[in-house]
Protein backbone atom coordinates (compact mmCIF):
# COMPACT_ATOMS: atom_id res chain seq x y z
CA UNK A 1 0.00 0.00 0.00
CA UNK A 2 2.41 2.18 0.59
CA UNK A 3 4.21 1.89 -2.39
CA UNK A 4 0.80 2.68 -4.40
CA UNK A 5 0.54 5.85 -2.45
CA UNK A 6 4.26 6.96 -3.27
CA UNK A 7 3.26 6.21 -6.87
CA UNK A 8 0.14 8.46 -6.81
CA UNK A 9 2.06 11.09 -4.98
CA UNK A 10 5.00 10.75 -7.98
CA UNK A 11 2.11 11.12 -10.39
CA UNK A 12 0.41 13.90 -8.56
CA UNK A 13 4.04 15.62 -8.04
CA UNK A 14 4.90 15.40 -12.05
CA UNK A 15 1.36 16.12 -13.15
CA UNK A 16 1.52 19.31 -11.07
CA UNK A 17 4.73 20.65 -12.41
CA UNK A 18 3.47 20.00 -15.79
CA UNK A 19 0.95 22.06 -15.49
CA UNK A 20 2.70 24.87 -13.37
CA UNK A 21 5.61 24.90 -16.43
CA UNK A 22 3.02 24.84 -19.28
CA UNK A 23 1.18 27.98 -17.14
CA UNK A 24 4.55 29.90 -16.75
CA UNK A 25 5.59 29.53 -20.91
CA UNK A 26 2.07 30.60 -21.62
CA UNK A 27 2.27 33.64 -19.24
CA UNK A 28 5.98 34.30 -20.38
CA UNK A 29 4.43 34.32 -23.94
CA UNK A 30 1.99 36.62 -23.19
CA UNK A 31 4.35 39.12 -21.18
CA UNK A 32 6.88 38.96 -24.25
CA UNK A 33 3.97 40.00 -26.45
CA UNK A 34 3.39 43.22 -24.58
CA UNK A 35 6.33 44.34 -23.73
CA UNK A 36 9.09 43.88 -26.58
CA UNK A 37 12.23 45.10 -25.98
CA UNK A 38 13.83 43.95 -29.27
CA UNK A 39 16.93 46.57 -30.42
CA UNK A 40 16.25 46.34 -34.23
CA UNK A 41 12.15 47.32 -34.04
CA UNK A 42 10.65 43.98 -34.39
CA UNK A 43 7.58 43.56 -32.49
CA UNK A 44 5.18 40.97 -31.93
CA UNK A 45 2.39 40.50 -34.69
CA UNK A 46 -0.64 41.80 -32.10
CA UNK A 47 1.51 44.60 -31.59
CA UNK A 48 2.37 47.08 -28.38
CA UNK A 49 0.65 50.16 -26.93
CA UNK A 50 2.39 53.67 -27.23
CA UNK A 51 3.81 53.06 -23.73
CA UNK A 52 5.59 50.14 -24.29
CA UNK A 53 9.66 50.50 -24.02
CA UNK A 54 10.33 48.93 -27.13
CA UNK A 55 12.72 50.30 -28.99
CA UNK A 56 9.99 50.39 -32.06
CA UNK A 57 8.03 53.02 -29.97
CA UNK A 58 11.23 54.60 -27.88
CA UNK A 59 13.06 55.66 -30.79
CA UNK A 60 10.32 57.33 -32.88
CA UNK A 61 10.45 61.11 -33.50
CA UNK A 62 9.14 62.96 -30.50
CA UNK A 63 6.54 64.62 -32.34
CA UNK A 64 5.29 61.34 -33.70
CA UNK A 65 5.12 59.69 -30.62
CA UNK A 66 2.85 62.44 -28.72
CA UNK A 67 0.38 62.90 -31.63
CA UNK A 68 0.04 59.17 -31.49
CA UNK A 69 -0.34 59.24 -27.70
CA UNK A 70 -3.22 62.01 -28.37
CA UNK A 71 -4.88 59.92 -30.67
CA UNK A 72 -4.45 56.90 -29.13
CA UNK A 73 -6.00 58.33 -25.53
CA UNK A 74 -9.04 59.91 -27.49
CA UNK A 75 -10.10 56.90 -29.85
CA UNK A 76 -9.66 54.84 -25.85
CA UNK A 77 -12.41 56.60 -24.94
CA UNK A 78 -14.48 55.90 -27.77
CA UNK A 79 -13.59 52.16 -27.00
CA UNK A 80 -11.10 51.52 -29.72
CA UNK A 81 -7.78 50.47 -28.74
CA UNK A 82 -4.81 51.27 -31.42
CA UNK A 83 -1.87 48.62 -31.50
CA UNK A 84 1.16 49.71 -32.78
CA UNK A 85 2.58 46.87 -35.07
CA UNK A 86 5.86 48.47 -36.37
CA UNK A 87 7.19 51.90 -35.43
CA UNK A 88 10.54 52.34 -35.68
CA UNK A 89 13.04 50.03 -37.30
CA UNK A 90 16.50 49.29 -37.62
CA UNK A 91 18.39 49.65 -40.72
CA UNK A 92 19.14 45.69 -41.24
CA UNK A 93 15.68 44.80 -40.15
CA UNK A 94 14.51 47.10 -42.82
CA UNK A 95 17.41 45.69 -44.98
CA UNK A 96 15.90 41.86 -44.49
CA UNK A 97 12.25 43.35 -45.00
CA UNK A 98 12.94 44.52 -47.84
CA UNK A 99 14.56 41.06 -49.01
CA UNK A 100 12.34 38.84 -47.82
CA UNK A 101 9.90 41.27 -50.32
CA UNK A 102 12.21 40.42 -53.10
CA UNK A 103 11.83 37.03 -52.23
CA UNK A 104 8.35 37.34 -52.40
CA UNK A 105 7.51 39.46 -54.83
CA UNK A 106 10.55 38.01 -57.32
CA UNK A 107 12.29 41.73 -57.96
CA UNK A 108 13.15 44.69 -55.85
CA UNK A 109 10.79 46.86 -58.33
CA UNK A 110 7.90 44.75 -57.52
CA UNK A 111 8.48 44.74 -53.83
CA UNK A 112 9.39 47.97 -53.64
CA UNK A 113 5.58 48.51 -53.76
CA UNK A 114 5.33 47.29 -50.53
CA UNK A 115 8.27 47.85 -48.55
CA UNK A 116 10.81 50.47 -48.92
CA UNK A 117 14.23 50.07 -48.78
CA UNK A 118 16.19 51.17 -45.89
CA UNK A 119 17.03 54.53 -47.70
CA UNK A 120 13.88 55.50 -48.15
CA UNK A 121 11.59 53.94 -45.30
CA UNK A 122 10.78 56.67 -42.72
CA UNK A 123 10.18 53.48 -40.51
CA UNK A 124 13.75 53.56 -40.29
CA UNK A 125 14.27 57.29 -38.97
CA UNK A 126 11.42 56.63 -36.45
CA UNK A 127 9.10 59.12 -38.20
CA UNK A 128 6.22 56.72 -39.68
CA UNK A 129 4.02 53.54 -37.51
CA UNK A 130 1.89 51.08 -38.38
CA UNK A 131 -1.35 50.62 -36.58
CA UNK A 132 -3.54 47.77 -36.14
CA UNK A 133 -5.84 45.83 -36.09
CA UNK A 134 -9.09 46.91 -38.49
CA UNK A 135 -11.12 49.00 -36.30
CA UNK A 136 -8.23 51.30 -35.33
CA UNK A 137 -7.36 51.66 -39.10
CA UNK A 138 -10.55 52.35 -39.55
CA UNK A 139 -10.08 54.86 -36.93
CA UNK A 140 -6.94 56.43 -37.62
CA UNK A 141 -8.27 56.93 -41.52
CA UNK A 142 -11.52 58.88 -40.41
CA UNK A 143 -9.67 60.82 -37.55
CA UNK A 144 -5.81 60.55 -37.13
CA UNK A 145 -5.70 63.87 -39.48
CA UNK A 146 -7.45 65.82 -36.71
CA UNK A 147 -3.76 64.68 -35.03
CA UNK A 148 -1.55 65.65 -38.38
CA UNK A 149 -1.08 61.62 -38.44
CA UNK A 150 -2.10 60.84 -42.26
CA UNK A 151 -2.33 57.82 -44.29
CA UNK A 152 0.61 58.19 -47.33
CA UNK A 153 0.21 55.09 -49.23
CA UNK A 154 -3.13 54.29 -51.05
CA UNK A 155 -2.54 50.56 -50.26
CA UNK A 156 -1.20 51.00 -47.21
CA UNK A 157 -4.38 51.81 -44.63
CA UNK A 158 -2.22 50.96 -41.87
CA UNK A 159 0.89 53.17 -42.61
CA UNK A 160 0.50 56.87 -40.82
CA UNK A 161 3.28 59.47 -40.74
CA UNK A 162 3.31 62.71 -38.92
CA UNK A 163 1.95 65.76 -41.48
CA UNK A 164 3.49 68.99 -40.13
CA UNK A 165 1.63 71.18 -42.87
CA UNK A 166 -2.59 72.01 -43.10
CA UNK A 167 -4.19 68.95 -44.08
CA UNK A 168 -2.87 65.40 -44.98
CA UNK A 169 -1.20 65.42 -48.72
CA UNK A 170 -2.88 63.09 -51.24
CA UNK A 171 -2.53 59.28 -50.99
CA UNK A 172 0.67 58.03 -53.39
CA UNK A 173 -0.85 54.69 -55.00
CA UNK A 174 2.31 52.82 -53.18
CA UNK A 175 5.81 52.90 -51.45
CA UNK A 176 7.46 52.55 -54.90
CA UNK A 177 6.20 55.97 -55.73
CA UNK A 178 8.93 57.46 -52.97
Avoid at 113 to 137: C, I, L, Y
Wanted: negative net charge; charged residues 25%; hydrophobic residues 40%.
Amino acid sequence: MTTRIVRLLAVAVVSVSLILVSTACRIGDVSRSLVDTSDNGSLPDEGVTVDSSSAAITRLDPDLLDALRRAVADARSQNIDIRITSGWRSRDFQQSLFADAVGTYGSEDAASRFVASPDKSKHVTGEAVDVGPTDAMDWMSRNGSDYGLCQIFANELWHYELVADDGCPDLLPDASAL
